[in-house]
């Protein structure tokens, strides 16, 4: 007889299981119906999207949620929940003794699990249906934890209207996470799931209260008479329910990275992001139309994403507002020269000071103007920098190579998109190529992070990318130079630049399409973008005059925080050196040092000077001057005793624009009256056959108006420049014959290895 109720039993048991494994119960993440929330680094929603059902529901831990909440819920729905296997079957037959009593339900008989199986799979009021549900409680016993069952229960429990959960409840009800839940709110929340559509707290406020103070009676025994007293005082003020809506565009991203996942946690920061939403909102009223708005922020130390702003307003159409300007490839404009100048360090081609030629220049036939169509001569790296000049930025790449420095770039995580079928030219430098917010942004965290770059973060297990952009030493003096700032930076920061510490650059595209800022803290690099998203021009829009001050803004609430004395790395040193050599200035004899300036370089070498790309002597020749009178001689003409001198050369693109103390320290001497037939320095060049400011007009048969250029002065050869681009290396006997091919305004420059110049401008129409 016993074995045989053991094997009945058995047969049962195993019976029991098999059912169970044919038809498991809709645990979350199977059948379930799904909806997501990502939320902020402090769990603050960002924003929700619902399931089919159009569902909010935000899942949370036991350990984020107040503990009042699941002393209330425990006590109040089902007091032996932690030791009963799904059902109460005391309850049950108390319930069902009321049912038949009279006609009708008195008290629930469902613990937390069995409405937990009801919330996972909707059944009919019915005994059927009870026994359905009872059984989807056990095997829930079977399958979870009591506090897995208590999880479900917090993100599944209807809180009325679309809201589901104890979380979407109390952000949605009460705006607070449901972590900070006072005693009153607890047990409000608690009764909430009995009647959700008659007890809502934004439309029933009396309902809601009179059932609340029924949990708070019963949980006098446990938290005091005084508590519960305090707690009844307490108004129930519930506001409006509404959708979370911060970082809209940066949620959406999130949601298509992580399709299958409920509660998406994100390194935003919610305080900042919502100041930075503000800062963009305070500035429409001023915007042109369609003009949109971007902003991101990351942690330099974690390379986390602490605000993203991808428009500048998600609720007007009319400003492209669901277009991710974050993610948008666009042109830079000048935004790379501080990538580019560092990486000229790291090669060994320029140190802080060294000579550029701001002047206009051909290369191979591109010819860059600069921003503020003017030019101011001999530059430094870091002036030139500073200032944003153009063409000393074509001239640096010209040296380090178009192709190099795309491949810098990419091997240091940032990736230029180039327009289909070409290949990198010296117009990368000015914008001719296209990269996004959040690869540049990662790319100038370089200067923060010793050189080493970063793919910002937007998840808190998400992997680390980077690599190195540049070197320690480069980044450091890099970031010198565009904290010194400049008359722009004054101009810009209004009161603001007295606080030191931001390295920044601004960048506009050709056409005024893209206007952009980008600056360096010691804790955030931040991004802003500023343009139309559909490409289309924004006249008087550029990056210093409507991207910098939002800038500015931004800092001034994210790091107040006074920058600490930094220190160079080992790899940087400071020394004199001299112009226009740019050799270090005790190296270089007094004579050869026209001007003296202090730079850092770094590994303690300092490159020279460029070589002359219009004159193929070199920088420093010799010379023989009469040792009697001083003046200059040849070994031709010479009456006594030689003296051989050294001396230096300023680029031949330069010396037009010497001013006068220079240009008496870089020009020989005059030569001395037995060597009159050797040209007079003094004497100087004048070009002839046209005049300054004069119109040239296309001939009557209509072929392009021609000129005989030709100069006096000099026996020397000439070289001959049009609006920098050089046209040709003559003896001065010769005349250069040019045809104008279309009309505009043109710069002819001639000069001679003397260093004698002169220059005409002329209109051809």
């Known amino acids: 007889m016993r074995r045989a109720l053991r094997l009945a039993l058995a047969a049962t048991l195993a019976l029991l299981l098999l059912v169970d494994q044919l038809f498991p119960p809709p645990l979350?993440?199977?059948?379930?119906?799904?909806?997501?929330?990502?939320?902020?680094?402090?769990g603050t929603p960002l924003r929700a999207f619902p399931d089919r059902a159009h569902i909010w529901r935000h899942p949370v831990q036991l350990a984020e949620v107040s503990p009042r909440y699941l002393e209330a819920l425990v006590a109040y729905e089902d007091r032996s929940f932690w030791w009963h296997?799904?059902?109460?079957?005391?309850?049950?037959?108390?319930?069902?003794?009321?049912?038949?009593?009279?006609?009708?339900?008195?008290s629930g008989g469902s613990t937390l699990t069995m409405q937990v199986a009801r919330l996972l799979e909707p059944m009919p009021r019915t005994?059927?249906?009870?026994?359905?549900?009872?059984?989807?409680?056990?095997?829930?016993?079977?399958?979870?934890?009591k506090r897995e069952i208590l999880q479900i229960?917090?993100?599944?429990?209807?809180?009325?209207?679309?809201?589901?959960?104890?979380?979407?409840?109390?952000?949605?009800?009460l705006g607070k996470p449901a972590q900070r839940l006072t005693p009153a709110e607890a047990a409000l929340l608690t009764v909430l799931p009995q009647a959700p559509s008659r007890l809502r707290p934004d439309r029933y406020p009396q309902r809601a209260r009179s059932a609340r103070d029924k949990v708070l009676q019963r949980m006098e025994s446990r938290w005091g008479a005084a508590t519960v007293a305090d707690a009844r005082r307490e108004p129930v003020i519930a506001q409006t329910v509404r959708e979370p809506l911060l970082a809209p565009l940066f949620a959406e991203r999130l949601r298509r990275l992580q399709p299958g996942v409920a509660r998406i946690e994100s390194t935003l920061d919610a305080d900042m992001q919502q100041t930075v939403e503000q800062l963009l909102s305070s500035r429409l009223a001023v915007l042109p139309p369609r003009v949109s708005m971007a902003v991101l922020v990351v942690d330099n130390s974690t390379l986390e994403v602490r605000a993203y702003a991808g428009s500048a307003d998600f609720a007007d159409e009319a400003r492209f507002a669901h277009v991710d300007m974050v993610q948008a490839a666009r042109s830079p404009g000048s935004a790379l020269k501080p990538l580019l100048y560092g990486l000229a360090l790291d090669e060994g081609l320029i140190h802080s000071e060294s000579l550029l030629a701001d002047v206009p220049q051909s290369f191979?036939?591109?010819?860059?103007?600069?921003?503020?169509?003017?030019?101011?001569?001999?530059?430094?790296?870091?002036?030139?920098?500073?200032?944003?000049?153009?063409?000393?930025?074509?001239?640096?790449?010209?040296?380090?190579?178009?192709?190099?420095?795309?491949?810098?770039?990419?091997?240091?995580?940032?990736?230029?998109?180039?327009?289909?079928?070409?290949?990198?030219?010296?117009?990368?430098?000015?914008?001719?190529?296209?990269?996004?917010?959040?690869?540049l942004v990662g790319a100038y965290t370089a200067l923060a992070r010793g050189g080493i770059s970063g793919r910002p973060r937007f998840l808190p297990d998400a992997p680390r990318e980077e690599a190195r952009m540049m070197s320690e030493g480069a980044a450091f003096i890099i970031r010198d130079v565009l904290e010194s700032g400049g008359p722009l930076a004054r101009q810009v920061e209004s009161g603001v630049g007295a606080r030191r510490g931001i390295a920044w650059k601004t960048g506009t595209s050709f056409g005024f399409r893209d206007a952009w800022a980008i600056g360096v803290s010691d804790g955030f690099t931040v991004g802003i973008w500023v343009g139309r998203p559909d490409g289309t021009p924004n006249p008087g829009f550029f990056g210093a005059n409507i991207a910098a001050p939002l800038l500015v803004d931004v800092f001034s609430v994210i790091d107040n925080s006074p920058p600490p004395a930094r220190i160079p790395p080992t790899s940087v040193s400071s020394a004199k050196i001299c112009w226009p050599l740019g050799a270090r200035s005790a190296t270089t004899p007094p004579e050869l040092c026209h001007q003296e300036r202090t730079a850092w370089l770094l590994n303690d070498t300092a490159p020279p000077t460029f070589p002359?790309?219009?004159?193929g002597s070199a920088a420093r020749y010799t010379d023989y001057l009469d040792a009697a009178n001083a003046m200059r001689v040849r070994a031709s003409?010479?009456?006594?005793?030689?003296?051989?001198?050294?001396?230096?050369?300023?680029?031949?693109?330069?010396?037009?624009?010497?001013?006068?103390?220079t240009r008496a320290k870089a020009l020989p001497p005059a030569w001395a009256p037995t060597c009159s037939s050797a040209p007079a320095p003094e004497g100087g060049l004048e070009i002839v056959g046209v005049s300054d400011g004069e119109t040239i007009r296309r001939a009557a048969n209509g072929s392009a108006p021609q000129l005989r250029l030709e100069a006096r002065g000099s026996q020397n050869d000439l070289i001959w420049l049009l609006n920098g681009r050089q046209l040709g290396r003559l003896p001065a006997s010769r005349a250069l014959q040019h045809e104008f091919g279309e009309a505009g305004r043109y710069r002819i420059t001639v000069m001679d290895d003397a260093g004698r110049y002169d220059r005409v401008e002329i209109s051809v129409r």
């Not at 005994?127 to 059984?135: D, E, H, T």
């Not at 917090?154 to 589901?164: I, T």
């Open 153 to 173: 229960y917090l993100s599944f429990a209807p809180m009325g209207g679309v809201l589901e959960g104890v979380e979407a409840a109390s952000r949605a009800y």
């Open 637 to 661: 003409c010479a009456t006594g005793e030689m003296q051989v001198v050294e001396m230096a050369r300023w680029p031949a693109a330069l010396e037009p624009w010497l001013d006068a103390a």
């Open 127 to 145: 005994p059927v249906g009870k026994l359905r549900q009872v059984a989807r409680a056990l095997q829930l016993e079977l399958r979870c934890s």
């Open 364 to 439: 191979a036939g591109y010819q860059p103007g600069n921003f503020q169509a003017n030019f101011s001569g001999p530059v430094s790296a870091s002036e030139a920098l500073q200032k944003s000049l153009n063409v000393p930025a074509v001239e640096v790449l010209d040296r380090l190579g178009s192709q190099r420095f795309v491949s810098l770039l990419r091997r240091g995580g940032l990736k230029l998109e180039l327009p289909r079928g070409t290949e990198p030219n010296l117009s990368v430098i000015l914008g001719g190529a296209a990269v996004r917010l959040e690869g």
């Open 28 to 42: 979350p993440g199977g059948s379930a119906p799904k909806a997501q929330v990502v939320v902020a680094r402090d």
């Open 612 to 615: 002359d790309r219009l004159r």
């Open 85 to 106: 296997p799904g059902v109460n079957p005391w309850a049950l037959l108390r319930a069902g003794a009321h049912w038949l009593e009279h006609g009708r339900v008195i």
